[in-house]
Structures are given as structure tokens and as C-alpha cells.
């Protein structure tokens, strides 16, 4: 298990305290793994999920530290969405 996305995790769960997003949301980094988020926080696993999000490390973590917008990244295809539009859209707000 990889200690980034250990750390990817935990900052998630920070910025997530206190939404309430309820929905079931995967992050897969190329290379990496996965990290699955829900109503209970964020965790590394590759359950499956609503919408899976894709995208390589660094789009990944441009995302996480407020850098890269994800919808200008999902534009660029930097970011590829394969599930459901509004989850995605949801957790985009939550992690604003």
C-alpha cells in the first residue's frame, strides 16, 4: 500500500469533515491505486463506486491541493469520469 495515497486519504478525509456527501466516488491514479471515498470518509481500496475518476499523479494531486481544477482537467482530458456525472460533480463540491 502506497504511503501517498495513505496521505492522499487522510488529506481527503480532512477536506470532506463535515460535507455530506453520501454517494460512493473512486479516485484510481495511474500507478498508484485506488482511493474509494463515501459517507464514512476516504480510504485506499478499489471497491467499486459510483463514479470512478481518473487520472495520473500529478493531475491527482493538483486536484487534492486546490491547483487544478477538476473540471478544467476533465475538459483536458487529463481527467476521465466513468459513472455517474452528478456523483462526480457532488464530490467536486465537497472538495472545494
Known amino acids: ?27 484510481a491514479i495511474e500507478g498508484l491505486g485506488s482511493i474509494v471515498l463515501d459517507g464514512n470518509g476516504a480510504r485506499v481500496s478499489d471497491d467499486e463506486a459510483d463514479v470512478t475518476m481518473s487520472a495520473d499523479a500529478e493531475t491527482f494531486q493538483g486536484i487534492l491541493t486546490g491547483e487544478v481544477n477538476p473540471t478544467s482537467a476533465f475538459m483536458s482530458g487529463k481527467l476521465t469520469i466513468d459513472g455517474d456525472m452528478g456523483t462526480a460533480m457532488q464530490l467536486a463540491s465537497a472538495l472545494a
Not at 5 to 20: F, I
Open 1 to 27: 500500500m502506497s504511503d501517498t495515497l495513505e496521505q492522499a486519504a487522510a488529506a481527503m478525509n480532512e477536506k470532506m469533515a463535515g460535507s455530506d456527501f453520501s454517494a460512493t466516488a473512486k479516485f
